[in-house]
């Protein structure tokens, strides 16, 4: 089992960066791939980003490809998803899971093993 902690969300403005960071412990990390998905106010969650944990290969949403970047640093047991020129509409929890790296691409919502509680990202115009 993985147990993830998420940190660094927060209220900014439409144009900034930010870095979220997720905190990963457990067993058998090299099973895994870890991602992040978002879920805005009455809307569905949706994948961002995967990255497989010994390899360090990646993966983005064709969508989410350019303003976001998803490193990790096996050394410090951390994955973290860089934002640039943040939008209004980029607004909502932001989570980071563990997924079997064998299902996926793609990286849906049924196949992650484990979630976090999650971090707000606000972005005001």
């Known amino acids: 089992q993985v147990q993830l902690v998420e940190s660094g969300g927060g209220s900014v403005q439409a144009g900034d960066s930010l870095r979220l960071s997720c905190v990963v412990s457990?067993?058998?990390?090299?099973?895994?791939?870890m991602t992040w998905f978002r879920q805005a106010p009455g809307k569905e969650r949706e994948f961002i980003a995967a990255?497989?944990?010994?390899?360090?290969?990646?993966y983005y949403e064709d969508s989410m490809k350019g303003r976001f970047t998803i490193s990790r640093d096996r050394a410090k047991n951390t994955v973290s998803l860089q934002i640039g020129s943040l939008k209004p509409e980029d607004t909502a929890v932001y989570f980071c899971a563990a997924v079997p790296q064998w299902l996926g691409p793609p990286f849906t919502v049924s196949i992650v093993e484990s979630w976090g509680q999650g971090t707000q990202v606000t972005v005001s115009s």
């Open positions: 457990g067993s058998r990390l090299s099973m895994y791939a």
């Open positions: 990255i497989a944990w010994i390899s360090g290969s990646t």
